[in-house]
């Protein structure tokens, strides 16, 4: 089975421009976070959707930041306008939500953003 | 609120040597699940370890070992005979468990980076 697929691997843009993120969460996954990755603040929650419906996006750093998932399979973080300090690794992961506790979270490989 | 904390920034340890990484976490609830991830240098993260507040029990699986203690509010992670392809970040992870199985945020400690020596 495919795991979790995210598209592109490597994005490098300069400031300003749009920058979209795309994943695809694991079929029958219910469940669909979106993280940040840097040296200075580690691994941070953007966002979650369970059901397709956004929970929790208190992580999600300004406006400039938005996130979409139309249906089961798909998902997006869009940056507008991009800013130097957006440089990151961007992580998408999905799990099957259960009654009674969260199960483990599949990880995609990444999204290595680069702002000039 | 929750909160993860691995005190160990970075560990070396040459081939062969037993290491621990500590994980202590907060929390206010009663019921909470911890997690263990491991981060190769290939940048995904992989999935260890899941445990319930509930079951203390130690739990082992090849050269992997936990040790959970509540009372101590931590959950260290030992392996054992250490090899490279152990040279990784290692995160710890805490989650609330709810009832209705619907919100379940996950708080990651900022990892503790291991490197094996030959």
């Known amino acids: 089975d495919a795991g979790v697929i995210q598209s592109p691997r490597h994005e490098v843009t300069e400031m300003g421009q749009e920058v979209t993120l795309r994943c695809k969460p694991i079929?029958?996954?219910?469940?669909l976070f979106w993280y940040r990755q840097t040296m200075m603040r580690g691994l941070e929650l953007l966002i979650y959707?369970?059901?397709?419906?956004?929970?929790?996006d208190s992580g999600m750093p300004e406006d400039r930041f938005s996130a979409k998932m139309p249906n089961a399979s798909f998902s997006t973080l869009k940056i507008q306008p991009s800013e130097p300090r957006d440089s990151a690794v961007y992580f998408c992961?999905?799990?099957?939500?259960?009654?009674?506790?969260?199960?483990?979270?599949?990880f995609g490989p990444g999204t290595r953003l680069t702002v000039l | 609120a929750q909160k993860v904390t691995q005190a160990q920034t970075e560990i070396s340890v040459v081939e062969k040597e037993d290491v621990t990484l500590d994980c202590v976490y907060e929390?206010?609830?009663?019921?909470?699940?911890l997690f263990w991830y491991k981060q190769p240098p290939s940048g995904e993260l992989v999935f260890l370890i899941r445990r319930n507040s509930f079951d203390e029990q130690n739990e082992i699986s090849g050269r992997y070992s936990w040790n959970f203690q509540k009372s101590t509010s931590s959950f260290n992670f030992t392996i054992t005979a250490s090899q490279v392809v152990d040279s990784a970040v290692y995160f710890c992870?805490?989650?609330?468990?709810?009832?209705?199985?619907?919100?379940?945020?996950?708080?990651f400690g900022t990892g503790t980076k291991l490197q094996v020596i030959p």
């Open positions: 959707f369970n059901n397709n419906v956004p929970i929790d």
């Open positions: 992961a999905s799990s099957r939500a259960l009654p009674g506790g969260p199960n483990e979270q599949f």
């Open positions: 079929s029958g996954h219910n469940s």
């Open positions: 992870a805490l989650s609330e468990a709810r009832q209705s199985g619907g919100y379940q945020k996950v708080t």
């Open positions: 929390t206010r609830d009663t019921t909470y699940y």
